[in-house]
Each structure stands twice: as structure tokens, then as C-alpha cells.
């Protein structure tokens, strides 16, 4: 993107932050539905999960906790979009610098599969970096959200003192390696698929709309990478979850032990509990995100930086 270089700094964390919040607020309700079902498996009796409908779920939803509880968590989602958000697309733009001069690639689309390499090692590494810094906003967000009509967590510094006290320090970073193994490969993924799609369609349909092309290759981008890595996700969730509001240990074997409970419990299909609202949500949401990074980074190019 040749316009990058225009970008400040400041401007570039403030697209990707603010693009990060805004597609997650607007997928509130069904990164919520998605939590629970995902979640339902560890605690419940396997029978009946079965029986369970994304409709019948939401109809729960606001009948027993009322319509804003939707957005349940939605402020620490917010507080932990914004800062990964922002270095997520930060980084994914110096990474792709850096590897571009490593493999000595001048000019995108010069060789398509040296762009798909950068994209593909470019998204990854920025994934984890951001992960990796806001970790423990995802896991109070996760516990916040996963909450029914009984509330352990008052909020979110309540929800950090809470984890802090009764699972140490080290309880903010339950999952951590699972969250890793997911999002590397998941915004691998997601922006090379991304960048492939939006480059071969500027490419046949040069006069399309810019906001467009990046809301239907970034909603593409988004089937493909929780398709991919929706299992990770799921175990990443239940790990997160260990031990919350005082509530026995189920997985007690690791990451792979995880794995194999879920399979031997709940067969296959348990890893991708909950798919369907992800799908929902990913749709619109991950398309959102890029079709927003794009306009900002668009307009913020025009305002003069000395970062």
C-alpha cells in the first residue's frame, strides 16, 4: 500500500484502533452468543446441548437479562479492541516492510507468491504481538461476557482484582498459549487472504468503490481464517474460563489435554460449538474492520504528522 508511508504514526494506531472498536461493538450480540455457546460444554450435560438453538439462546438472553445484555462486556471489549486493534495493524504494516526487504520484494504484486508469504508471515506475527500485549483485557472480557444471571464480576477492575487474588497473577494469562496458537495462524490467515482478494479485484475491476472491495475481501477473509482456527478458539475460551468464579478445574492436562477431552465428551463436533454465530459475526464484522482501517487511514493521510 503505497499510501502507508503517508501515514503517520499517531494516524495509523488510531485507524486500526478505532476500526477494531467499531466492528466489535457493531458484532456485540453475536460475539456474546458466540462465547456462550462455546462455553456450554464445561459445565453442562453434553445431552443436552444438542437441543440448544442460536434463537432460542438470544430469546434467553433478553427475556432473563434484558436486551442491553448483549453488549454484556462490550466496555472491556472496547478497552482491549482499541489498544490490539491499533497495534495489530501497526504491526502487520512493519512487519510487511521488514519481510519485504528481507526477501528483497520491491513492488507488490511483482510476485504473487512472495506477496502471499509477507501477508501470510506479516498477519501472523502481528497477531501474536498484539495478543500477546493485551492478553489480559481478552481473558477479563471473555469472563465478563460468559456471565449469566448470577455475577461474580462487578466490572472490569473488580473482574482483575477478583482473578488477581484468587488465581494469582498469572490466572490473567490463563490460555495464553492457546490464544497464540489461534491467532497467529488466524490473522495469517485473515490478511493474506484479504490482501490476495482486494489485489486481484483492484486488479479486474479497477474503478470498483475502495470501501467496497474492502467490506466483501475483508467478510471472505474473515469465513476463511474461523473456519480454520475456530477449534483454537473454542479451547482458548474454556481455558480462559478455568477456575472462574470459584468453580472446580475440568480441564486439568493442558492445552492438547484440552483437545482430547472435548473430543472424547462431546466428539468432534464440540470443537466448533457455537460456529454458526461466528460465522454471523465474522461476516460482517471482520469486513467492517478492514472496509474502516482503509477509509480512516484514507482520511487521517490527508492530516500532516511529524511522527
Request: proline share 3%.
Amino acid at each position: 500500500m503505497n499510501m502507508d508511508a503517508r501515514v503517520g504514526t499517531i494516524q495509523q494506531l488510531l485507524a486500526g484502533g478505532i476500526a477494531g472498536a467499531f466492528g466489535k461493538t457493531c458484532t456485540a450480540p453475536l460475539a456474546r452468543l458466540t462465547i456462550l455457546f462455546q462455553v456450554q460444554g464445561m459445565h453442562s450435560d453434553v445431552s443436552s446441548l444438542s437441543k440448544v438453538s442460536v434463537w432460542r439462546e438470544a430469546s434467553r438472553i433478553i427475556n432473563e437479562e434484558g436486551f442491553r445484555a448483549f453488549w454484556k462486556g462490550n466496555l472491556v471489549t472496547i478497552a482491549h479492541r482499541l489498544p490490539y486493534s491499533a497495534v495489530n495493524f501497526y504491526a502487520y504494516e512493519h512487519y510487511k516492510i521488514l519481510l519485504q526487504s528481507i526477501l528483497c520484494v520491491q513492488n507488490e504484486g511483482k510476485n504473487a507468491s512472495a506477496d502471499l508469504g509477507v501477508h501470510f508471515v506479516g498477519g501472523g506475527l502481528a497477531g501474536m504481538t498484539a495478543a500477546s500485549a493485551t492478553y489480559p483485557l481478552d481473558l477479563v472480557r471473555t469472563r465478563l461476557a460468559a456471565q449469566r444471571n448470577s455475577i461474580y464480576y462487578r466490572g472490569i477492575w473488580h473482574a482483575f482484582h477478583t482473578i488477581c487474588r484468587d488465581e494469582g497473577f498469572l490466572g490473567l494469562y490463563k490460555g495464553l498459549g492457546a490464544t497464540l496458537l489461534g491467532v497467529g495462524p488466524s490473522l495469517a490467515i485473515s490478511f493474506s487472504v484479504y490482501e490476495s482478494l482486494r489485489s486481484h479485484w483492484q486488479l479486474q475491476r479497477p474503478s470498483d468503490s475502495t470501501i467496497m472491495v474492502s467490506l466483501a475481501c475483508g467478510s471472505l477473509s474473515g469465513i476463511a481464517s474461523s473456519t480454520a482456527t475456530f477449534p483454537v478458539d473454542l479451547v482458548r475460551r474454556r481455558m480462559q474460563l478455568e477456575g472462574a468464579a470459584g468453580r472446580a478445574r475440568v480441564y486439568k492436562t493442558g492445552l492438547f489435554g484440552t483437545f482430547r477431552h472435548i473430543i472424547r465428551s462431546e466428539g468432534l463436533g464440540g470443537l466448533y460449538r457455537g460456529i454458526l454465530p461466528e460465522y454471523y459475526k465474522v461476516v460482517p464484522g471482520v469486513g467492517i474492520v478492514f472496509m474502516t482501517y482503509e477509509t480512516l487511514k484514507m482520511l487521517l493521510s490527508s492530516i500532516p504528522s511529524s511522527y
